[in-house]
């Protein structure tokens, strides 16, 4: 099972958590976890928005769709998933696959405290 971890981190922690990676030697497991780092709450929410968590929810588990077939299954107009599917394109949460647009990943999990302003 593949796993998508969201995180909120600084640039410094991500660097230093992809330097660790490099360093390991061991072979990926199985279960490989892939991280998408935003620096703030605001950075995650214009990613994955809810309309986009949507979209994802329809690809999970499924080969490539096309975006037409995907706005079917949410419910949306092309041109509105269109334009969330290519956010998420660019932002490396989706890719683009011959047949259409696939999320490589079997679940998302978020992981991250949200504090209160200083």
């Given at each position: 099972?593949?796993?998508?971890?969201v995180?909120i981190?600084?640039?410094?922690?991500?660097?230093?958590?992809m330097?660790?990676?490099?360093?390991q030697?061991a072979?990926?497991?199985?279960d490989a976890v892939?991280?998408?780092s935003?620096p703030?709450?605001?950075?995650v929410?214009?990613?994955?928005?809810?309309?986009?968590?949507?979209i994802?929810?329809?690809?999970v588990?499924?080969?490539?769709?096309s975006i037409r077939?995907?706005?079917?299954?949410?419910g949306?107009?092309?041109?509105?998933?269109?334009?969330?599917?290519?956010?998420?394109v660019?932002?490396?949460?989706v890719?683009k696959?011959?047949?259409?647009?696939?999320f490589?990943?079997?679940r998302?999990?978020?992981?991250?405290?949200i504090?209160a302003?200083?």
């Amino acid at each position: 099972m593949t796993t998508l971890t969201v995180k909120i981190e600084s640039l410094e922690d991500t660097m230093s958590r992809m330097g660790s990676a490099i360093r390991q030697e061991a072979a990926p497991s199985q279960d490989a976890v892939a991280t998408l780092s935003f620096p703030s709450w605001d950075a995650v929410h214009r990613v994955l928005a809810p309309k986009r968590l949507n979209i994802l929810k329809v690809l999970v588990g499924h080969g490539p769709l096309s975006i037409r077939e995907v706005a079917r299954r949410v419910g949306r107009d092309f041109k509105g998933v269109y334009t969330d599917v290519d956010a998420l394109v660019k932002n490396g949460v989706v890719e683009k696959a011959p047949g259409g647009i696939v999320f490589p990943y079997d679940r998302i999990h978020f992981d991250f405290d949200i504090r209160a302003a200083a």
